[in-house]
């Protein structure tokens, strides 16, 4: 499998993060809407059987990867210094690195807080037809997250040619990303085709590009990460049916830190059974490469 | 279900007179302004969101199609596979509508968020005024005592880049109805909007708007 890095560019702000497992399921829509169940029934059996064909990371600011979890350290030397407590804090807010320290083939960037999101509070208002006043219980409050820098980058693990993958993320994306997107949320655009990176050939410690569960069969010591719950929300045409949630599920995020001594190109698998329809599944897999 | 096929509008609006699209105050900041348009908060440009539009559009229809008093004044969500609004512009997941819903599929039209063009872009970084700052004024019938309140708007004259996009699927009949309701539906909500306002204060002479050099995703020019 190739690990491809492919850079978008907002347009509008998003109503929904851009995170691997969101970004897997427009593609697995995209699918679905240009090849008819008959297309993404072959897509979703191919990435359920283990040997998937494609596999997303999260979205970071072009140049830039997520923050590995540290290892937690036992402060050993008392009296810091103001300089040192200042560095020490400053380490702690960082949110992203150059990606050119851990994969190579991408420019060296500098600026580790370029990109972060500003999340906005917008009034939005439902008005009544007949007095073309407020609705009684019509006004609501939508939060907007608007990027700092236009371009992002994501990773695509994937056996298919770069050819297959540009197609499938441009049809990702054409219908808009997440929630709004009918109201001018998520317009994002493909800047260029998939890029083949290299990650670094050696080294047994690990850092996940994206949301993922771990496996109790797989080889992993040692995890650190930050977790976070996900109650995904059906879209297209499930997106009206009686129950459009999946069920919850526990995910580790971008940034999950972990050793292991087998070469691996991701971790996770698709979830199951997270909805009463059983076609419906959630992506818990993500590219991960060697940072040490 | 599947998706046949994709009709892009893109084009310019004209703001012909005063554009007031409200920013909401959750915050109260002493000289502030007590009626904000919505603007960039990065970079302070106004812009016109698609929620705005398209709301106006799916309201002036549904006057058209006369479902105001169908629905109490309330937004149509009967979710029916044919209703013309919620098959163009979606319907809400009720228990009602659920059944029908995979008959109906999801929202054909997405509207974007209309950004001012790269042209007035340039000349509001250059610091020309798009804004403007008109005081309106309520009168007290018998003393004459004054209420008045100051309102921002958009000038005339300012130009916002515009793009929709609408979605054909096949959901068993080969694309017909979709086809059929673009012209029906989305070209008939834009030729309505142009007639009618957006924003706030469209009785009194805010928000008319006109559509320029619309064209398709073939570069064909749409005329309304």
């Not at chain 1, 992002?152 to 054409?174: G, K, N």
């Not at chain 1, 979830?271 to 897999?285: E, K």
Request: overall charge neutral.
């Amino acid at each position: 499998m190739t690990l491809y890095r492919i850079t978008l560019r907002l347009c509008s702000p998003l109503a929904t993060p851009l995170k691997g497992d969101t970004i897997w399921g427009h593609i697995a829509w995209g699918i679905a809407n240009h090849e008819g169940d008959e297309g993404i029934g072959e897509f979703l059996s191919r990435e359920k059987s283990g040997d998937p064909s494609l596999v997303v990371s999260s979205a970071f600011p072009t140049g830039m990867l997520c923050r590995p979890i540290p290892e937690p350290q036992e402060r050993t030397k008392s009296g810091l210094s103001a300089e040192e407590y200042a560095k020490i804090k400053l380490n702690k807010k960082l949110k992203y690195l150059a990606a050119a320290d851990y994969v190579s083939g991408v420019a060296e960037m500098s600026g580790d807080e370029a990109g972060s999101f500003k999340a906005v509070p917008v009034l939005h208002n439902t008005i009544d037809r007949s007095s073309n006043a407020v609705l009684e219980g019509g006004l609501y409050m939508v939060q907007e997250e608007w990027a700092g820098t236009a371009d992002w980058d994501i990773y695509v693990l994937s056996s298919d040619p770069a050819e297959r993958v540009q197609e499938l993320c441009e049809w990702a994306f054409e219908n808009g990303y997440g929630a709004d997107a009918s109201t001018g949320k998520g317009k994002i655009l493909v800047k260029n085709s998939p890029e083949p990176v290299e990650a670094r050939k050696t080294g047994s410690v690990y850092m996940a590009l994206g949301p993922f569960v771990k496996e109790s069969n797989t080889i992993i010591t040692d995890l650190r990460g930050d977790i976070f719950i996900r109650s995904g929300r059906l879209g297209g045409d499930f997106a009206s049916i009686v129950v459009p949630y999946k069920k919850t599920v526990l995910l580790y995020d971008a940034g999950a830190v972990f050793t292991s001594e087998k070469r691996l190109g991701y971790v996770g698998k698709i979830l199951p059974n997270v909805h009463m329809d059983p076609r419906i599944c959630q992506s818990a897999f993500t590219p991960v490469i060697p940072i040490a | 279900m599947k998706q046949i096929g994709n009709k892009k509008i893109t084009g310019t609006i004209v703001v012909k007179t005063g554009l007031h699209v409200g920013a909401g105050t959750d915050k109260v900041e002493i000289g502030g302004m007590d009626n904000p348009i919505i603007r960039n908060p990065l970079n302070r440009e106004p812009y016109i969101p698609g929620s705005s539009l398209k709301g106006k559009m799916r309201s002036l229809l549904e006057w058209k199609f006369d479902l105001v008093e169908k629905n109490a004044g309330r937004v149509c969500s009967c979710g029916e596979p044919d209703c013309k609004i919620c098959r163009v512009f979606g319907a809400g997941n009720t228990a009602k509508t659920s059944e029908s819903a995979k008959k109906r599929g999801p929202s054909r039209l997405i509207v974007r968020d209309a950004a001012l063009t790269e042209d007035w872009s340039r000349q509001f970084k250059e610091g020309k005024t798009l804004v403007e700052e008109k005081s309106e004024n309520s009168l007290n019938r018998i003393t004459a005592e004054a209420n008045p309140r100051p309102i921002e708007r958009v000038v005339p004259g300012v130009e916002f880049s515009f793009e929709m996009i609408y979605r054909i699927l096949d959901t068993g009949d080969g694309g017909k109805t979709d086809g059929e309701y673009f012209d029906l539906v989305v070209l008939e909500g834009l030729r309505l909007l142009q007639n009618d306002y957006l924003g706030g204060g469209g009785t009194r002479g805010n928000g008319r708007i006109g559509f320029k050099d619309l064209k398709d995703e073939s570069n064909k020019e749409i005329k309304l």
